[in-house]
């Protein structure tokens, strides 16, 4: 990723580098295995979860030349992701770029042919069309948790789209990627599917303790009900479990960077 991926979108544009958050290094890593088959984040929103899909996608499709399908919620939010973001995303990225076919019509908003054989599906939870309509080794479902219970007539979108990687059962991989919701969906998966989970531990900036952040450690300074007015005037703060430090934005922030 950081030899090749490029960022066209956010705050923080240019080169992908691991540094700006190194929590997404493991997941990344944990895809390049053979072994691995399925890999589930339940990350907390605006925390590089697709940025993290984005870099698997790259990678799948550029050093094997699998093609991809990646779903989404609804196909409003398909079309604008796959427009905005990843078509740009290739064109940016050098590696990418130059596995783009010159014909026109092979890059389009809801798929992508590469010259290597190599092609990336769009899709929508809402869909059984979209998601009954090829067969592929590799599978991400962004924003799991947003998907409805069922499509029409059809079964649940995730279990319609995971059959489309049956054919390949020995090279198939799955990323699951969610904001948590309810004890249903990607946290159920988790619990019922996962070999092995993993929780990021931040480390506190004062006294170096690594611990699991919880609802239960923030807090206001003053008794102000209104999130507006909370975010405004930055009230909210996090205690650390060990030392009892609170933690203001920036303090999070090194503590998350330090974390492991």
């Known amino acids: 990723a950081e030899k090749t991926r490029v960022i066209t979108d956010g705050n923080i544009k ?31 929103p605006q925390s590089a979860k697709t940025q993290v899909a984005f870099n698997c996608m790259d990678y799948s499709i550029e050093h094997d030349g699998l093609s991809v399908m990646y779903v989404m919620p609804d196909e409003k939010v398909t079309k604008r992701i796959s427009k905005r973001r990843i078509i740009p995303m290739f064109k940016a990225s050098p590696a990418m770029r130059e596995l783009l076919s010159p014909r026109f019509d092979d890059t389009t908003t809801l798929s992508v042919s590469f010259l290597n054989g190599a092609d990336l599906i769009m899709a929508w939870a809402t869909s059984a069309a979209e998601l009954s309509s090829e067969s592929v080794p590799i599978l991400i479902l962004d924003e799991r948790d947003k998907f409805p219970e069922y499509s029409g007539k059809e079964v649940d979108p995730k279990d319609l789209a995971e059959i489309r990687s049956t054919t390949f059962p020995h090279t198939s991989k799955m990323l699951e990627i969610s904001t948590p919701n309810l004890d249903t969906g ?75």
């Open 14 to 44: 240019g080169p992908w580098r691991n540094s700006v958050t190194p929590y997404t290094v493991g997941p990344m890593d944990c895809w390049t295995w053979p072994s691995v088959r399925k890999i589930y984040l339940m990350w907390g």
């Open 186 to 260: 990607i946290a159920a998966d988790i619990e019922t599917e996962a070999d092995v989970i993993y929780r990021y531990a931040p480390r506190c900036p004062i006294c170096n303790s690594f611990q699991i952040m919880e609802f239960d450690q923030i807090y206001l300074r003053e008794d102000i009900k209104d999130p507006r007015e909370v975010i405004r005037r930055k009230l909210a703060y996090y205690q650390c479990k060990a030392c009892g430090m609170a933690w203001d934005d920036h303090m999070r922030n090194q503590a998350v960077l330090d974390g492991m």
